[in-house]
């Protein structure tokens, strides 16, 4: 058995290779990774076959991806040496796994979980792979593989949590107790909005990214939706509605009430608010800019090398548990 931290919550969680991290990666999901990591065992996993599901026909990009994701996870102050940082293909036994226990997961499971529906909508039938549908169930086995409890998502992704659950007592109730179910935790901030007012997402293409520069970040931060009825500087706002507000709530909390007050009086501009905000974003990405300058991207293939090693060393231990409770040949 592997050793758990005092707080015995084991970590786990991924994003697939298919771009530069934003402003919305950092403020809801890495500064989370990086405070689990303080407190627990954590595992981080960069995932490469799920990225093939939707991809498989353009694969070029992965593995420089690979190396841009986890140079952006650095820079965002992800510690290797606080937490376990690998690829998924680099650990055959998630692989492995997923075949056993695609033998007990009906078809209809996989077909009702939401987001295939919804990507086949988006992407176009041919995403509709044997391997799409298997999307969630592979994202299982990544957290099962290293006996993971805990599994910080966002709202999207809780679908595959519950199908996961099933699957795991499914498989305990077939083969006696062995697998853990994860539970999900949300992050405390809500959807950090894009320049458009949807959630911030590359698929939106209305994103602030780790990659611009300062200038480009204020431009993105003055060309930002505000709230439509807000016509002139002292016409009253609807800070409730606004992104620009919302992401003052992200990067500037302190001044956030005297921002809301101003707005709703109609003493405070958007032109002026949003003159604050680019000034806020870019203090807060800053640090995160300039380490992601200076990193050296040829340690990232060592920090990958160790990070599979130990996954591995707990994922042969699952498997070997999952193969002896299904009485597989020794
Ligand atoms: N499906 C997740 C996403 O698109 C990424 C992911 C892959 C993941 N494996 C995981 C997340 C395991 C949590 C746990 O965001």
């Known amino acids: 058995m592997v050793q758990e931290t005092q707080s015995g919550r084991r970590i786990m969680s991924g994003?697939?290779?298919?771009?530069?991290?934003?402003?919305?990666h950092l403020v809801g999901v890495l500064t989370q990774w990086v405070e689990f990591s303080k407190t627990s065992e954590a595992f981080f996993e960069v995932?490469?076959?799920?990225?093939?599901?939707?991809?498989?026909?353009?694969?070029?990009?992965i593995r420089r991806n690979t190396t841009e994701l986890v140079l952006d996870w650095l820079a965002a102050g992800v510690d290797p040496q606080k937490c376990t940082l690998y690829v998924q293909s680099h650990v055959p036994e998630i692989s492995e796994l997923h075949l056993l226990l695609s033998m007990i997961v009906p078809l209809s499971w996989l077909q009702r979980v939401p987001t295939y529906k919804d990507q086949i909508a988006e992407l176009g039938a041919e995403i509709a792979t044997y391997g799409f549908l298997g999307y969630p169930l592979m994202q299982l086995c990544d957290i099962?593989?290293?006996?993971?409890?805990?599994?910080?998502?966002?709202?999207d992704q809780l679908s595959h949590l519950e199908l996961g659950r099933e699957v795991v007592r499914r498989f305990n109730h077939l083969y006696g107790p062995t697998l853990i179910e994860p539970q999900p935790t949300l992050s405390e901030f809500p959807d950090v909005p894009g320049i458009d007012g949807r959630k911030m997402s590359k698929s939106y293409d209305n994103q602030?990214?780790?990659?611009?520069?300062?200038?480009?970040?204020?431009?993105?931060v003055r060309s930002m939706i505000t709230d439509p009825l807000k016509v002139r500087?002292?016409?009253?706002?609807?800070?409730?509605?606004?992104?620009?507000?919302?992401?003052?709530?992200?990067v500037n909390a302190p001044r956030v009430p005297w921002i809301e007050?101003?707005?709703?009086?109609?003493?405070?501009?958007c032109v002026d608010c949003k003159a604050e905000l680019a000034e806020?974003?870019?203090?807060?990405?800053?640090?995160?800019?300039?380490?992601?300058?200076?990193?050296d991207e040829n340690a990232v293939g060592a920090?990958?090398?160790?990070?599979?090693?130990?996954?591995?060393a707990v994922a042969k231990e699952t498997l070997a548990d999952v193969k002896s409770a299904m009485k597989l040949p020794r």
Not at 280 to 295: C, Q
Not at 303 to 312: C, D, F, P, Q, V
């Open 15 to 24: 994003m697939r290779p298919t771009g530069r991290l934003h402003l919305g």
């Open 47 to 61: 995932a490469d076959l799920h990225a093939l599901t939707t991809s498989f026909d353009r694969t070029d990009a």
């Open 144 to 155: 099962l593989i290293v006996r993971a409890n805990t599994v910080p998502v966002g709202k």
């Open 208 to 220: 602030i990214e780790i990659a611009d520069d300062e200038q480009t970040t204020t431009k993105k």
């Open 233 to 250: 500087r002292h016409d009253p706002g609807r800070p409730e509605i606004c992104p620009v507000f919302a992401l003052h709530n992200a």
């Open 261 to 269: 007050e101003n707005c709703r009086s109609g003493t405070l501009g």
């Open 280 to 295: 806020k974003v870019n203090g807060y990405m800053r640090p995160v800019r300039e380490r992601r300058a200076n990193l």
């Open 303 to 312: 920090i990958l090398e160790a990070g599979a090693e130990k996954a591995r």
